[in-house]
């Protein structure tokens, strides 16, 4: 046997194959279009293939059927593409993980920005929508999670489990709510640690099946936007928190063994320069090295599941997304753009500028939440004042250690032109504030002058959103608007189009439109790899 394996080796040849250097078409002539838009329409066919040929009068058009032989005769083709549906794009456990359509999704935005209606839009579309919690009461959150709850039986939704330095018992209530009425998809976002509460509500979602798999109930979607946020959540949960939560009892031991063969995360979004909290970073820059980071993580810990990457922060257009997922990302997430779109939970006023600006009209100012820690966000730079008069309460938060430091003719310029109130009257709606909604904070400004300055600073910051949010109309130059560069490249993309006026922009379109066309485009860029550059209708 051995023997005449040898002689086999030896005697037989690989067989000659011959390299195809040219392939010709051959179909009806009516396949073949040879107008732009017509070669548009086959282009968005992305279903099917394309075929680009010259026809005997040199005339360059587009087919999507018809077949290819290598020989013989037909028209030569000089480029094709092969169908790229949009459902394509991205990572397709993404996509039954959360029982999507797309692997798209839109982002939290705080105060109920992305509001039920936002969230339920674009849940019965087919994405995955995250409601905006940070900034509300649990009472308020609550009423979301009913109603999206009633209105999404079977489609995907995340809430935003914001990280509150400032309001750890924030932090606590909105996990032991999420817990309780079985949210089971939270964007985390803000983190700079883990928090004992993120690690909660992640490990008392892990139970076991019949076979021995772990099963993680409830996912996490973490935003980042450096490699050493990302870290803890591409590594299982650390083991003093474990420890503790198994101390109180909020974890069982079995959950607590299991949590340690998970990741933290089901998915980390790579968070580039966008509206709202942001390091301003460049996707080309950020993505790739946390892709990299995510791979030395996962050889290291071999998890059954490896943790996706996702982008966002300027996205809004096909272009973008489709870089994005060009560089490898598992999925899109939108932000700015949904706030101008008619299910956002902020004013006409808001909506109506937001359709006029470009991406060069916005600008870094204090944030409320991390004031006191110098931490900016993204805001809207055109038609409102916010970003100055946020940066001055900065200015005087810095240089005085009390609100009783600042010269008299300086604190009644502020009193006058910024609180419209005397300082006193402010600290007066800050108590009743806080009353409600975490006590604490006024127990730790008493007798801690540089705590109440803060305090009463985050008094402007704060209503500054409610204002823009409401449409207070004598408020207007105070508006606090967060926004990223990709409203204006939005706004640029659909000159002309349908969803040019404010009013026409839905959620669910603009979505399904980034995608077509992230996919058609796709196709026009394979066929210019091949010398074949046709335009763009
Ligand atoms: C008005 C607004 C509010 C936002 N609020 C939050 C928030 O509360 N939590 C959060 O995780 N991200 C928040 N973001 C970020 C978005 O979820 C999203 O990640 C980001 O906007 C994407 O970048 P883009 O603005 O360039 O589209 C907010 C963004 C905007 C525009």
């Given at each position: 046997m051995e023997k005449v394996l040898n002689i086999k080796k030896e005697t037989v040849q690989p067989k000659q194959r011959k390299i195809v250097s040219k392939l010709f078409w051959q179909g009806s002539p009516y396949d073949i279009v040879f107008d732009a838009e017509q070669i548009q329409e086959k282009l968005k066919r992305t279903d099917l293939p394309c075929y680009v040929m010259k026809d005997f009068r040199g005339r360059i058009g587009v087919a999507n059927g018809g077949a290819l032989v290598a020989e013989g005769r037909g028209l030569e083709v000089l480029a094709m593409t092969p169908p790229m549906k949009p459902e394509q794009l991205g990572d397709a456990s993404f996509r039954a993980d959360y029982n999507l359509k797309y692997c798209y999704k839109t982002g939290a935005m705080a105060n109920g920005i992305a509001s039920e209606a936002l969230v339920i839009a674009i849940g019965k579309a087919g994405f995955l929508g995250s409601f905006g919690a940070a900034g509300l009461v649990p009472k308020r959150v609550e009423q979301a999670i009913d109603t999206i709850q009633a209105n999404l039986p079977t489609q995907s939704y995340a809430f935003n489990l914001i990280h509150s330095p400032n309001e750890p018992a924030l932090e606590f209530g909105a996990v032991d709510l999420f817990l309780k009425k079985g949210v089971h998809v939270v964007e985390a976002s803000a983190f700079l640690a883990l928090s004992e509460n993120i690690v909660w509500y992640r490990v008392a979602g892990l139970s076991q099946d019949a076979e021995g798999n772990i099963v993680t109930q409830n996912k996490v979607i973490a935003k980042i936007s450096r490699s050493e946020?990302?870290?803890?959540?591409?590594?299982?949960?650390?083991?003093?928190?474990?420890?503790?939560?198994?101390?109180?009892?909020?974890?069982?031991?079995?959950?607590?063994?299991?949590?340690?063969?998970?990741?933290?995360?089901?998915?980390?979004?790579?968070?580039?320069?966008?509206?709202?909290?942001?390091?301003?970073?460049?996707?080309?820059?950020?993505?790739?090295?946390?892709?990299?980071l995510r791979d030395k993580m996962q050889s290291e810990y071999q998890f059954k599941k490896p943790v996706r990457v996702g982008a966002a922060g300027g996205i809004s257009t096909p272009e973008s997304a489709l870089a994005a997922f060009s560089m490898g990302a598992?999925?899109?997430?939108?932000?700015?753009?949904?706030?101008?779109?008619?299910?956002?939970?902020?004013?006409?006023?808001?909506?109506?500028?937001?359709?006029?600006?470009?991406?060069?009209?916005?600008?870094?100012?204090?944030?409320?939440?991390?004031?006191?820690?110098?931490?900016?966000?993204?805001?809207?730079?055109?038609?409102?004042?916010?970003?100055?008069?946020?940066?001055?309460?900065?200015?005087?938060?810095?240089?005085?250690?009390?609100?009783?430091?600042?010269?008299?003719?300086?604190?009644?310029?502020?009193?006058?032109?910024?609180?419209?109130?005397?300082?006193?009257?402010?600290?007066?709606?800050c108590i009743e504030f806080f009353q409600e909604r975490d006590p604490a904070q006024i127990e730790h400004a008493k007798g801690n002058p540089k705590r109440k300055m803060a305090l009463i600073f985050r008094w402007y910051l704060g209503l500054s959103s409610n204002w823009a949010n409401a449409g207070t109309e004598d408020r207007k130059l105070d508006y606090q608007i967060w926004c990223g560069p990709s409203m204006g490249a939005f706004n640029d993309w659909v000159i002309g189009t349908d969803l040019e006026p404010y009013q026409n922009r839905k959620v669910a379109v603009v979505a399904e439109r980034i995608m077509q066309d992230a996919a058609v485009l796709w196709r026009l860029n394979a066929l210019k790899m091949q010398g074949v550059n046709l335009a763009r209708v």
């Open positions: 946020v990302a870290t803890p959540f591409l590594k299982p949960a650390p083991d003093d928190f474990l420890k503790s939560l198994l101390e109180k009892g909020r974890i069982t031991p079995l959950q607590a063994q299991l949590a340690k063969q998970v990741p933290m995360a089901d998915d980390i979004t790579c968070e580039a320069d966008s509206g709202g909290h942001t390091d301003n970073r460049a996707l080309t820059a950020l993505l790739p090295s946390i892709i990299r598992a999925y899109v997430v939108t932000g700015s753009v949904n706030q101008a779109c008619v299910e956002a939970g902020t004013s006409e006023h808001v909506r109506q500028l937001l359709q006029t600006v470009a991406s060069t009209d916005v600008i870094m100012a204090p944030a409320s939440d991390m004031f006191e820690m110098g931490v900016e966000l993204q805001v809207l730079k055109r038609g409102t004042m916010f970003g100055p008069r946020a940066k001055k309460l900065y200015d005087y938060y810095s240089r005085y250690q009390s609100i009783d430091d600042i010269p008299a003719d300086e604190r009644e310029k502020l009193e006058k032109q910024i609180f419209r109130q005397s300082l006193e009257a402010v600290w007066q709606g």
